[in-house]
Nanobody
Framework: QVRLVESGGGLVQAGGSLRLSCAASGLTFSSFTMGWFRQAPGKEREFVAAITWSVQTTTYADSVKGRFTISRDNAKNTVYLQMNNLKPEDTAVYYC????????????WGQGTQVTVSS
């Protein structure tokens, strides 16, 4: 059974930082592209960042470029999202997701962790 468990969310003031973690189990972690998504109240879920399984190519949404950094530790089956210079508009539930090497969509999702940025 595949499990993705996020942690590290919380309440932070604007300009502050948080580091999210996502621990994966039940899958061959190093074979999956890992992504972070977020969903704010009343809005659609949106892509935040992703890191591939192989050479660890990273991609980011324009709204977080230069502020967020995605990384992974295949030995720990964990993916991270370092979030700096947080803004109130970053407030959302953040979800971790996993996509198979040959897949076009994400196959597995975590339960989410709340990030709230106060102004």
């Amino acid at each position: 059974q595949v499990r993705l468990v996020e942690s590290g969310g919380g309440l932070v003031q604007a300009g502050g930082s948080l580091r999210l973690s996502c621990a994966a189990s039940g899958l061959t972690f190093s074979s999956f592209t890992m992504g972070w998504f977020r969903q704010a109240p009343g809005k659609e879920r949106e892509f935040v960042a992703a890191i591939t399984w192989s050479v660890q190519t990273t991609t980011y949404a324009d709204s977080v470029k230069g502020r967020f950094t995605i990384s992974r530790d295949n030995a720990k089956n964990t993916v991270y999202l370092q979030m700096n210079n947080l803004k109130p508009e970053d407030t959302a539930v953040y979800y971790c997701a996993a996509k198979r090497r040959s897949g076009s969509s994400y196959n597995y999702w975590g339960q989410g962790t709340q990030v709230t940025v106060s102004s």
